[in-house]
């Protein structure tokens, strides 16, 4: 697929990626307004709610990743990947990571006060996710310029560190080790 044949779709949905950002805020604002002690389980609510889209995202890419290494460059499937790829970063992954970072140091200071080893733990194993994060959006540039060198068994390895790095920090949120 030609990059031009697919603005409209692609713009589409970044315009309801942002609309959807867009009403969260707004809710979140009616929230706070009509009940501002409820505010931190809704705002924790969401925190959950971007985590687990990131996470989706995080799983997902170098999923496609390993097909993608494995086709053709300039190939029919190649572009389309290539489609995929950027249309998931930029519409989902992008946004929920900073969703999710946002309400987490919200959370992280006013739930704990920045105290606690697990906490910052936590953050440190959040902080080496957005570098995975970093690492896949790199990526997905290279693959779009048809500069990919990494083979498919290298994206499968690349497809683990996202779920090594939840399970550790899920363990951390839950049972707060230290």
């Not at 997902?60 to 086709?71: G, K």
């Amino acid at each position: 697929m030609s990059e031009t044949g697919n603005n409209g779709s692609g713009g589409q949905a970044m315009r309801r990626a942002a609309l959807a950002i867009v009403v969260f805020l707004a809710l979140t604002a009616v929230v706070f307004v009509l009940s501002p002690d409820d505010l931190y389980l809704w705002i924790r609510a969401l925190h959950i709610i971007a985590v687990i889209a990131w996470m989706a995202g995080m799983l997902y890419l170098p999923r496609l990743m390993v097909y993608h290494a494995d086709t053709p460059r300039g190939s029919q499937q190649s572009e389309t990947f290539k489609v995929m790829e950027r249309r998931l970063l930029r519409a989902i992954i992008n946004p929920a990571m900073i969703v999710t970072w946002a309400l987490g140091l919200w959370l992280a200071w006013k739930g704990f006060g920045f105290s606690g080893g697990w906490l910052h733990a936590k953050i440190a194993l959040v902080a080496l996710m957005s570098a995975a994060h970093g690492y896949l959006a790199r990526a997905v540039r290279l693959f779009a310029e048809d500069r990919n060198e990494k083979p498919a068994r290298h994206w499968r390895i690349v497809n683990e560190v996202p779920t090594l790095l939840m399970i550790a920090i899920v363990v951390l949120v839950v049972v707060k080790p230290f």
